[in-house]
């Protein structure tokens, strides 16, 4: 994983792309990389993970135009493929994912970003899908779940005017949750993902699988399957200690993911 750095601490997993000198830029062994960290993932300790890219000035800049330029329409199609079948991955993984946005994420940084279940930048991070100006579509998912975050009506000016946007206006379309100084961005997001980690680990992954799979249905099948999850939680040893603890007015759980 020559391109992707991965990093415990505690229950928290980070992910680090790696690729610096390229402004993090996704080409196919990036995304293989990224597919080999996720397979890394200890998910019987790991409850966390974060996302980020190495440096100050670039998450992820987007995919590699050099790589892209001489692709045919069927090696096209395969490399959008391979990258919505990673950041699918990162969507559905059973952990909740944060990316901390620390600079550029065009194109393919900021649908990669946006395949996180939470997104946190520097007020240095600038987030665009310039496709159409390089004669192509998004194709990692940015015509999907950019209108599924923000709304249709945004996230069809953004992409028919390749235009980016700062990290202000993307907190106020609520493409981001929160903004912070360069700085303060990894520790922010550690905390985050230090406050998740300390929860239920079953009951964050039902959570997030309840959200996930409940928006793709009608709210009579989407409450169905909440409540299977709600069922699920009984009769684990977490559920029990933290219900325990609430009775028992006790501050400290003892959480382990059974």
Do not use: W
């Amino acid at each position: 994983m020559s391109n992707v750095l991965y990093e415990v601490k505690g229950n928290v997993g980070i992910l680090t792309i790696s690729r610096e000198k390229a402004l993090n830029a996704l080409n196919s062994e990036v995304l293989d990389d990224l597919n080999a960290a996720l397979d890394a993932v200890d998910l019987e300790e790991i409850r966390c993970l974060i996302l980020t890219g190495a440096g100050q000035k670039s998450f992820v800049a987007g995919a590699d135009i050099g790589e892209m330029s001489t692709l045919t329409k069927a090696e096209g199609e395969a490399f959008g493929k391979k990258g919505n079948d990673l950041f699918r991955r990162i969507e559905t993984f059973p952990i909740p994912v944060i990316a901390a946005v620390n600079g550029f994420a065009l194109g393919g940084g900021c649908e990669i970003a946006m395949s996180c279940d939470i997104r946190i930048c520097s007020d240095n991070a600038v987030f665009g899908q310039p496709e159409v100006g390089l004669g192509i579509t998004p194709g990692f998912g940015g015509t999907q779940r950019l209108a599924r975050l923000v709304s249709p009506g945004m996230a069809k000016q953004l992409i028919y005017t390749a235009r980016n946007i700062k990290a202000d206006e993307a907190y106020r379309i609520g493409l981001v949750n929160a903004v912070y100084n360069t700085e303060e961005l990894m520790p922010a997001a550690e905390k985050m993902a230090a406050g998740i980690a300390k929860n239920a680990p079953i009951a964050v992954r039902h959570c997030k699988k309840a959200i996930n799979d409940g928006l793709q249905v009608g709210m009579d099948e989407a409450i169905v399957i909440e409540e299977k999850l709600f069922g699920d939680c009984f009769e684990t040893h977490d559920q029990v200690e933290g219900m325990s603890a609430f009775l028992e007015k006790r501050k400290e759980k003892n959480f382990i993911n059974k």
